[in-house]
Nanobody
Framework: VQLQASGGGLVQAGESLRLSCVAS????????IGWYRQAPGKEREGVSCINRSGGSTYYRDSVQGRFTISRDNAKNTVYLQMNSLKPEDTAVYYCVADAHNLCLRGTMPVAVYYDTWGQGTQVTVSS
């Protein structure tokens, strides 16, 4: 599967963005999809993931209650709705895919676990 992320941009604090991750191939519905982000000078960190059915999701503590992940398997697309954005959300956001469908409510795999990455989309939040 190949992943294409989009939807990033420059917004002010408190505003919203919706990221999209579109996958090619016919196995998208079998895979867990996640979002990682990387800010300048920092390591990549897992933001959110969703399993193939959409029944299990994960959010890191700092985005809980502000971000919502969802998927439309008919469109091979996963969305990350980001509300109440903060300057500390500024980063390049990457979507990732996992053929083993691993996404648990309390955790998501570390970055090295994923071997399928989309190109990043830049999110910049000004104060």
């Amino acid at each position: 599967v190949q992943l294409q992320a989009s939807g990033g941009g420059l917004v002010q604090a408190g505003e919203s963005l919706r990221l999209s991750c579109v996958a090619s191939g016919n196995v998208f519905s079998l895979q867990a999809i996640g979002w990682y982000r990387q800010a300048p000078g920092k390591e990549r960190e897992g933001v959110s993931c969703i399993n193939r059915s959409g029944g299990s999701t994960y959010y890191r503590d700092s985005v809980q209650g502000r971000f919502t992940i969802s998927r439309d398997n008919a469109k091979n697309t996963v969305y990350l709705q980001m509300n109440s954005l903060k300057p500390e959300d500024t980063a390049v956001y990457y979507c990732v895919a996992d053929a083993h469908n691993l996404c648990l409510r309390g955790t998501m795999p570390v970055a090295v676990y994923y071997d399928t990455w989309g190109q990043g989309t830049q999110v910049t939040v000004s104060s």
